[in-house]
Nanobody, 124 residues
Framework: QVQLVESGGGLVVAGGSLRLSCAASGRTFSNYRMGWFRQSPGKEREFVAVISRNGAGTYYADSVKGRFTISRDNAKNTVYLQMNGLKPEDTASYYC?????????????????WGQGTQVTVSS
């Protein structure tokens, strides 16, 4: 299993930006598709974005498309989530996840390793 640690969360005013980072260790990072998910109190965890092993392919939830950008640096074993135009409804704990499946997309069950989460709060 790969170990994942998120950082970069915080409090931001609506319309602002944050960049989340997720540092991986323990296995060959480039063997994993990486995803970001989020969960608000009382709600189920939901898909945000996923990136392919080499970074060439990305896929986003409709709710964040055009505002969020997922990227990765395999030399630094890190995946990022750049969040622009933040809205109060983006408030959640954000989790990065790793999958060894070549086709992993938006399904939570495809991801076998999870970080502890970082809180993002967007005030109106």
């Amino acid at each position: 299993q790969v170990q994942l640690v998120e950082s970069g969360g915080g409090l931001v005013v609506a319309g602002g930006s944050l960049r989340l980072s997720c540092a991986a260790s323990g296995r060959t990072f480039s063997n994993y598709r990486m995803g970001w998910f989020r969960q608000s109190p009382g709600k189920e965890r939901e898909f945000v974005a996923v990136i392919s092993r080499n970074g060439a392919g990305t896929y986003y939830a409709d709710s964040v498309k055009g505002r969020f950008t997922i990227s990765r640096d395999n030399a630094k074993n890190t995946v990022y989530l750049q969040m622009n135009g933040l809205k109060p409804e983006d408030t959640a704990s954000y989790y990065c996840a790793a999958s060894q499946l070549a086709y992993a997309g938006s399904t939570i069950g495809d991801f076998s390793s999870w970080g502890q989460g970082t809180q993002v709060t967007v005030s109106s």
